[in-house]
């Protein structure tokens, strides 16, 4: 029997796949949360539950997949000497820019060029995302030691 947590943890898995994908197929002014929960297989209401309107839903779902990706090169950098993070790092971002998300993306920031509700909150998505390249070039780089010590 699955608890509350799980049904809604796979309902939230859904709903960020199927929203890459009508960003993807339908660019952002067709990815509609009714056009999500269809693709899902889920009910309009439980994408409407989590997310209240389109524009926190996309900005959402593209917010989640970023910090899921951090986290992961940032694993993978951990325990890599020097010159490895700063090899195995950089195929991680160049990687990025081929996966499907990343042209979610940019159907995200097509459609916030004329939504003067989106656009805000896309312009706050890219920088939270540039932070986080940041995060990871420094990560790459490692710890910097104070040479008059």
């Known amino acids: 029997m699955t608890t ?27 990815a509609t949360i ?34 899921r ?9 951990g325990s890599l000497p020097g010159s490895r993070r700063v090899e195995v790092g950089l195929e991680q971002l160049w990687s990025e820019f081929k996966k499907p998300i990343f042209l979610a993306a940019l159907e995200l920031y ?16 890219e920088w939270d995302i540039d932070e986080a390249i940041r995060e990871l070039i420094r990560s790459m780089a490692g710890p910097v030691t104070d040479p008059d010590a």
């Open 4 to 30: 509350q947590v799980e049904r809604s943890s796979a309902t939230r898995e859904k709903t960020i796949a199927a929203t890459v994908e009508c960003l993807i197929e339908l660019g952002y002014h067709g």
């Open 110 to 125: 097509v459609g916030a060029r004329h939504d003067p509700q989106l656009h805000p909150r896309v312009v706050k998505l």
């Open 34 to 67: 009714a056009a999500v929960a269809e693709r899902a297989g889920i009910s309009r209401g439980a994408v409407s539950h989590q997310y209240p309107d389109k524009s926190r839903l996309v900005v959402d779902v593209i917010e989640e997949i970023a910090r």
């Open 69 to 77: 990706r951090l986290t992961e090169a940032l694993g993978a950098l």
